[in-house]
């Protein structure tokens, strides 16, 4: 028979278990510590690099962005509070909370048309016709910095994916698949009628009429009755080829 270790060979093998913690332990203690060391290098060199290109951060949009992904690989968040080194060397927290401000105003301006639904490209546009006074340009990664601020107001500001698009929602207004598929199914031409619903969704004349009318209610669509064929168009403006808001950018 296979004799059993006695208390001593127990004794040893706890031992070297011991040993092994440790020193497991010690490298993962060093590990850290050089990790915490290379990560303060790389934010002292991350603040000479700002105070070095402030300008460029402030003026180029691809600039800027390029340099919030700089800031996330070592854990900085420029944005994070207005007060500090980062607010007092770059401003870029004024520059945001001023883009939120604008943001804000937008859409609540563009909400009787849209329902509180806004193409993001559609709204980048609109800022940056606002910002040639300025010469500041406004970047798609800009608006979306500036809109995950404003999560904070519980308003209801997010930006979604719909199809090919991103929207911009102001209103606290849930979409189920249902209204996803037709608002997918309406950036082709803007518009959709119940019977290509039903024909390209394979839905009853029920559920079809049913959703837009929901999303009829909620401000999102517009109604036009105004055609030969006798057909109902469902207009959704938040995702025409043609902007429903240009008489809004030309007012501005």
């Given at each position: 028979m296979r004799r059993r270790p006695?208390?001593?060979g127990l004794q040893t093998a706890a031992a070297t278990r011991d040993q092994y913690r440790l020193v497991g332990e010690n490298v993962a203690k060093i590990r850290t510590d050089l990790m915490k060391e290379q990560l303060e290098t790389f934010r002292t060199q991350?603040?000479?690099f700002?105070?070095?290109h402030k300008n460029d951060i402030r003026k180029n949009p691809t600039f800027r962005s390029q340099f919030h992904e700089m800031c996330a690989k070592v854990g900085v968040d420029p944005l994070a509070s207005n007060k500090g080194f980062w607010a007092e060397l770059l401003g870029i927290g004024d520059f945001y909370y001023e883009l939120?401000?604008?943001?804000?105003?937008?859409?609540?301006?563009?909400r009787p048309q849209n329902g509180g639904l806004i193409d993001l490209q559609e709204l980048r546009n609109l800022l940056c016709h606002r910002h040639k006074a300025t010469r500041e340009s406004v970047s798609e990664d800009d608006c979306l910095r500036a809109i995950s601020?404003?999560?904070v107001l519980g308003s209801g500001f997010e930006v979604i994916s719909v199809g090919k698009k991103?929207?911009?929602?102001?209103?606290?207004?849930e979409l189920n698949k249902d209204h996803n598929a037709i608002l997918e199914m309406a950036q082709t031409h803007g518009y959709v009628t119940v019977e290509e619903v039903?024909?390209?969704?394979s839905w009853s004349s029920g559920r079809a009429i049913d959703v837009?009318?929901?999303?009829?209610?909620?401000?999102?669509?517009?109604i036009d009755d105004g055609h030969r064929d006798g057909k109902r168009r469902y207009w959704f403006p938040c995702v025409s080829p043609i902007s429903a808001t240009s008489g809004s950018d030309q007012k501005n």
């Open positions: 006695g208390i001593a991350l603040e000479e700002a105070r070095k939120g401000v604008q943001i804000v105003n937008i859409c609540l301006e563009t601020k404003l999560k991103k929207l911009v929602r102001s209103v606290p207004t039903e024909r390209k969704l837009l009318m929901s999303l009829l209610e909620e401000g999102l669509a517009m």
